[in-house]
């Protein structure tokens, strides 16, 4: 949430009697690395655990009310918790997973503090990549293990101040290294759209912290300890990833997109608090409610991947040249596509039309290079109304048109056995995403007419000893566009 509603916030302190958590006194300042909990100087960060269900990530207990008969809940991110679906709601779903708290520097497993997942209360990555879970415990029983929630902050730390971060990261560390650790760093620019893998997300925070990695996800972003939890890391900008694709958030400006390698990015969480019931729960339609509601329609039959248009690649693959979309949940849709640059779904100018939900979307794909998008909005009347999904929570999709070959040659590793060659081909999407290859007399393999090769099953193949041998090995890109040919003469 880009704005604070501090009016929401404070109207729902007078309702349930908030602590103020700017009058709290300042705890105990942390350094960088693991932290340890001696002597109890850490306590309040009980409540930064280790989440355990569809992925390892961290997950915060959070303070939604001073109500401590009512059940507690914990913030992270959804993807941690769901599919990886771009347009689905979760709301109130049972499941399987746990959070383990008490996960200091200074604790064996055994002083772990584990509590069940009751449900998902919600979830989406749509827009943002927020969960909220519903533990099995009320507010007092957590306290009673000694655990107390933290607060949501009522602002977001200002650009150029400094953030604190506390996460249990897991990759590349042994499991009993899976221990709490604080970084630093500062508050940056609230990026309008970010763009991973098929997901589109809106009014992210950057930041500079170091160590985010695998298992960071959901780590409570602080501009201070005693204002509460701001934000939650979501994901950050790996060196030498292809911008766009998983792992390699990149930001939507002007002139397209920007990859900006070794950046964070962080959701705001502020808006939790206006998802609050009179008794302490959660609850999506509270009128103070601005998260995703899921009243949406689905779509598909979009590519899932980049395209190049062209009639065929090398591999004899079909290439999709329309959007091809059907739209279903709602009777009615109406729809706008552009490129990610000069697109707002939010915004309600540019979009068509009312449609039926028997038309599909049939509009050409763009020709040119770049990020477009394709936004939706379904509803059951004949006319667009309140009772429609609004632009602010438009169904969104998107594809890379992408005609540029890859930047990877292919990679094939060969192991010289006894009476043969053993040939593996190594993928490393998206830059080599398909393989075809063909082998035999020199005289006979073409490394232009590739009508007879073979597709590359993911199992290796073996080229007899004995006799001259051209292996010739064509590699794609998600897009399906070529690299050069590999050739190899044998022996």
Same mark, same amino acid.
């Given at each position: 949430?880009?704005?604070?509603?501090?009016?929401?916030?404070?109207?729902?302190?007078?309702?349930?009697?908030?602590?103020?958590?700017?009058?709290?006194?300042?705890?105990?300042?942390?350094?960088?690395?693991?932290?340890?909990?001696?002597?109890?100087?850490?306590?309040?960060?009980?409540?930064?655990?280790?989440?355990?269900?569809?992925?390892?990530?961290?997950?915060?207990?959070?303070?939604?009310?001073?109500?401590?008969?009512?059940?507690?809940?914990?913030?992270?991110?959804?993807?941690?918790?769901?599919?990886?679906?771009?347009?689905?709601?979760?709301?109130?779903?049972?499941?399987?997973?746990?959070?383990?708290?008490?996960?200091?520097?200074?604790?064996?497993?055994?002083?772990?503090?584990?509590?069940?997942?009751?449900?998902?209360?919600?979830?989406?990555?749509?827009?943002?990549?927020?969960?909220?879970?519903?533990?099995?415990?009320?507010?007092?029983?957590?306290?009673?293990?000694?655990?107390?929630?933290?607060?949501?902050?009522?602002?977001?730390?200002?650009?150029?101040?400094?953030?604190?971060?506390?996460?249990?990261?897991?990759?590349?560390?042994?499991?009993?290294?899976?221990?709490?650790?604080?970084?630093?760093?500062?508050?940056?620019?609230?990026?309008?759209?970010?763009?991973?893998?098929?997901?589109?997300?809106?009014?992210?925070?950057?930041?500079?912290?170091?160590?985010?990695?695998?298992?960071?996800?959901?780590?409570?972003?602080?501009?201070?300890?005693?204002?509460?939890?701001?934000?939650?890391?979501?994901?950050?900008?790996?060196?030498?990833?292809?911008?766009?694709?998983?792992?390699?958030?990149?930001?939507?400006?002007? +002139?397209?997109?920007?990859?900006?390698?070794?950046?964070?990015?962080?959701?705001?969480?502020?808006?939790?608090?206006?998802?609050?019931?009179?008794?302490?729960?959660?609850?999506?339609?509270?009128?103070?409610?601005?998260?995703?509601?899921?009243?949406?329609?689905?779509?598909?039959?979009?590519?899932?991947?980049?395209?190049?248009?062209?009639?065929?690649?090398?591999?004899?693959?079909?290439?999709?040249?329309?959007?091809?979309?059907?739209?279903?949940?709602?009777?009615?849709?109406?729809?706008?596509?552009?490129?990610?640059?000069?697109?707002?779904?939010?915004?309600?100018?540019?979009?068509?039309?009312?449609?039926?939900?028997?038309?599909?979307?049939?509009?050409?794909?763009?020709?040119?290079?770049?990020?477009?998008?394709?936004?939706?909005?379904?509803?059951?009347?004949?006319?667009?109304?309140?009772?429609?999904?609004?632009?602010?929570?438009?169904?969104?999709?998107?594809?890379?048109?992408?005609?540029?070959?890859?930047?990877?040659?292919?990679?094939? +590793?060969?192991?010289?056995?006894?009476?043969?060659?053993?040939?593996?081909?190594?993928?490393?999407?998206?830059?080599?995403?398909?393989?075809?290859?063909?082998?035999?007399?020199?005289?006979?393999?073409?490394?232009?007419?590739?009508?007879?090769?073979?597709?590359?099953?993911?199992?290796?193949?073996?080229?007899?000893?004995?006799?001259?041998?051209?292996?010739?090995?064509?590699?794609?890109?998600?897009?399906?566009?070529?690299?050069?040919?590999?050739?190899?003469?044998?022996?």
């Amino acid at each position: 949430m880009k704005n604070v509603n501090i009016l929401t916030s404070l109207a729902l302190c007078l309702l349930f009697s908030c602590k103020d958590p700017i009058n709290t006194p300042e705890p105990p300042a942390f350094s960088d690395g693991l932290v340890s909990n001696e002597n109890g100087n850490a306590d309040l960060l009980k409540a930064v655990g280790q989440y355990s269900g569809g992925s390892r990530c961290t997950a915060v207990f959070v303070r939604l009310s001073d109500n401590e008969n009512a059940p507690a809940y914990a913030l992270t991110n959804g993807h941690c918790v769901q599919d990886w679906d771009p347009n689905a709601v979760h709301i109130d779903e049972a499941v399987s997973h746990k959070i383990y708290f008490n996960v200091f520097e200074n604790t064996p497993d055994s002083a772990r503090i584990e509590v069940a997942v009751r449900q998902i209360a919600y979830s989406t990555m749509k827009g943002t990549d927020l969960a909220v879970v519903e533990l099995n415990a009320t507010v007092k029983q957590m306290i009673d293990k000694g655990i107390q929630p933290l607060p949501i902050a009522r602002s977001l730390p200002a650009a150029g101040t400094p953030i604190q971060i506390f996460g249990i990261p897991v990759d590349n560390l042994p499991s009993d290294e899976w221990r709490m650790r604080r970084t630093s760093g500062t508050q940056g620019r609230v990026v309008d759209k970010l763009l991973e893998f098929s997901w589109t997300w809106y009014d992210f925070i950057a930041n500079d912290a170091p160590g985010i990695a695998g298992g960071s996800s959901g780590s409570p972003v602080f501009g201070s300890l005693a204002d509460g939890v701001s934000g939650l890391i979501n994901t950050t900008a790996v060196e030498g990833a292809s911008p766009c694709y998983l792992g390699a958030p990149c930001e939507v400006v002007a +002139s397209g997109t920007d990859y900006r390698a070794g950046t964070n990015y962080a959701l705001s969480v502020l808006a939790v608090t206006g998802c609050v019931s009179a008794n302490g729960k959660f609850d999506v339609k509270a009128p103070n409610c601005t998260l995703d509601k899921g009243n949406n329609v689905a779509i598909e039959g979009y590519p899932l991947a980049a395209t190049n248009l062209q009639d065929s690649d090398l591999s004899g693959r079909p290439v999709q040249k329309t959007w091809n979309t059907t739209v279903s949940g709602k009777a009615y849709y109406r729809y706008k596509i552009g490129p990610a640059a000069t697109t707002a779904p939010r915004d309600p100018a540019g979009y068509s039309e009312v449609w039926p939900a028997s038309k599909m979307i049939a509009d050409s794909l763009p020709k040119v290079s770049g990020q477009t998008i394709l936004a939706v909005l379904g509803g059951n009347a004949p006319t667009f109304d309140a009772t429609w999904q609004q632009p602010k929570y438009a169904t969104v999709a998107r594809v890379e048109i992408d005609n540029t070959p890859p930047t990877m040659e292919p990679n094939v +590793s060969i192991r010289e056995d006894a009476d043969a060659y053993s040939v593996s081909l190594n993928f490393s999407p998206p830059e080599l995403s398909d393989y075809i290859y063909n082998f035999g007399h020199p005289d006979s393999v073409s490394t232009t007419n590739t009508k007879d090769y073979f597709r590359y099953r993911r199992i290796p193949f073996r080229i007899p000893k004995g006799k001259p041998i051209k292996l010739v090995v064509y590699g794609f890109d998600s897009a399906g566009n070529a690299t050069k040919p590999y050739v190899k003469n044998f022996p």
